[in-house]
């Protein structure tokens, strides 16, 4: 593994601010370069950045290394996820009723939300859904195939997600465009196209979309007390652990959650793979040449190379020495995982796109603690399952352009990605 640089000869670092929207505007490879040099330097202080009508917070810690956040990720007693974990500033309270999630919360109260939500995700759950997932990627590319190039993250990569996480709830079809678009404006970052120009507008818009998701949940929450199915919905409504059950705002934040990690996230993945597979065709015909035998490592890489969750935030309960690093209670901690999956320290040429990577402990899921990511399994078995339909009905599928990136320090997304066969 590559070593860590002298005292006397750390790269240059003065020109990094992870807190400037332009800087989030740069490739992808100029970003990772910044955050190499990043990492041969204890974790960086930056000012928070603007955001408009709310007031400017303290600043931030950024911890890039993987060993700083794989240690905080372990930490959840010093590394709380209260009062966010998915904005720099605190989330005004009107904001915190509809994305309040349990993403946002710690122990004990952490333990309950899960303990409840997590039986819609138990390995019967998920095999229950395995005939549906490949039944919907079938469909996908059937339609692929009468539409022609297009692009592939509106016509493939969007669909599957969606369409799952939306009867796994029992969301009619009707308003399965509904979700899509809350879900788009609630990760848009700073990306105009979504949120408008101005800090006020955008704050209006992502109010709008969370109270749209949480409206939509509490009616079919209501039809599903009175008359329940066997959707994950009426399981969450009608559950009752150790005499806990889930409130109306509890589970409105919960399918935001849902909706948005489940559906954003798992796209991002998948787009960011014909990417990958489009600009690295030896590791496309490695994989294609035994599919089933190289695809959990692929996807695992998929994963770890484009990080399509860029960070979250931590607030310290206590003052805590991190890997020598001190830091005290009240500071706020941003674990940047898409720096944590390109350590050197860690990974052999970690910009290398290798889908025989052994070992490849990446953080693309979240840390190892209780936050680790719910929906992973559901997540790797939607990628699997899309490629594998691909490989078999398009094997030459491929970029056909340069993607349209989302304006996001939170998201590593692809609006659009034109794509040829």
């Not at 190379?305 to 830091?327: C, F, K, Q």
């Given at each position: 593994m590559a070593q860590s640089p002298s005292a006397g000869t750390l790269p240059d670092i003065s020109g990094i601010d992870l807190s400037d929207n332009e800087f989030w505007k740069l490739p992808l490879e100029h970003r990772h370069a910044a955050f190499a040099r990043l990492r041969s330097h204890p974790p960086q202080f930056y000012a928070e950045p603007d955001m408009g009508p709310l007031p400017p917070g303290p600043g931030y810690h950024a911890l890039v290394t993987h060993a700083d956040v794989a240690e905080a990720s372990r930490e959840p007693g010093a590394f709380a996820s209260e009062p966010s974990a998915v904005s720099i500033p605190d989330m005004p309270a009107d904001f915190a009723e509809y994305f309040g999630s349990m993403i946002n919360l710690d122990d004990p109260r952490h333990a309950r939300l899960r303990r409840i939500v997590s039986r819609g995700f138990t390995p019967r759950m998920l095999a229950r859904l395995q005939e549906d997932v490949e039944r919907h990627a079938a469909r996908i590319v059937d339609d692929l195939l009468a539409t022609g190039p297009c692009d592939f993250v509106s016509q493939v990569a969007a669909r599957l997600p969606l369409v799952v996480i939306c009867e796994m709830m029992g969301i009619p079809e009707d308003r399965h465009r509904e979700v899509l678009e809350s879900s788009n404006v609630v990760l848009a970052g700073n990306d105009p196209e979504y949120l408008g120009s101005d800090p006020g507008t955008a704050m209006a818009r992502l109010l709008e979309a969370g109270e749209g998701l949480s409206r939509l949940l509490a009616e079919l929450a209501a039809q599903r007390r009175a008359e329940p199915t066997s959707d994950l919905t009426s399981a969450l409504v009608n559950a009752n652990v150790d005499g806990?059950?889930?409130?109306?705002?509890?589970?409105?934040?919960?399918?935001?959650?849902?909706?948005?990690?489940?559906?954003?996230?798992?796209?991002?993945?998948?787009?960011?793979?014909?990417?990958?597979?489009?600009?690295?065709?030896?590791?496309?015909?490695?994989?294609?040449?035994?599919?089933?035998?190289?695809?959990?490592?692929?996807?695992?890489?998929?994963?770890?190379?484009?990080?399509?969750?860029?960070?979250?935030?931590?607030?310290?309960?206590?003052?805590?020495?991190?890997?020598?690093?001190?830091?005290?209670?009240?500071?706020?901690?941003?674990?940047?995982?898409?720096?944590?999956?390109?350590?050197?320290a860690v990974f052999d040429d970690p910009d290398a796109f290798d889908i025989t990577r052994k070992p490849n402990p990446h953080l693309g899921f979240g840390g190892p603690g209780p936050h680790f990511c719910l929906g992973a399994h559901l997540a790797r078995r939607e990628v699997t399952v899309m490629f594998r339909e691909l490989h078999r009905r398009v094997p030459g599928i491929r970029a056909a352009a340069r993607p349209k990136r989302l304006a996001s320090s939170f998201v590593n997304g692809i609006k659009s990605l034109p794509c040829a066969f």
């Open positions: 806990e059950a889930l409130t109306d705002q509890e589970l409105g934040s919960f399918f935001t959650l849902l909706a948005v990690a489940g559906n954003e996230t798992t796209r991002n993945a998948i787009s960011h793979g014909l990417r990958l597979i489009t600009e690295h065709p030896e590791q496309r015909g490695l994989w294609w040449s035994d599919f089933d035998a190289h695809a959990p490592g692929a996807v695992e890489e998929i994963v770890r190379h484009a990080s399509p969750v860029v960070w979250m935030r931590r607030t310290l309960t206590r003052d805590y020495e991190l890997n020598g690093y001190r830091l005290s209670a009240g500071d706020k901690a941003l674990l940047f995982y898409a720096s944590a999956n390109r350590d050197a």
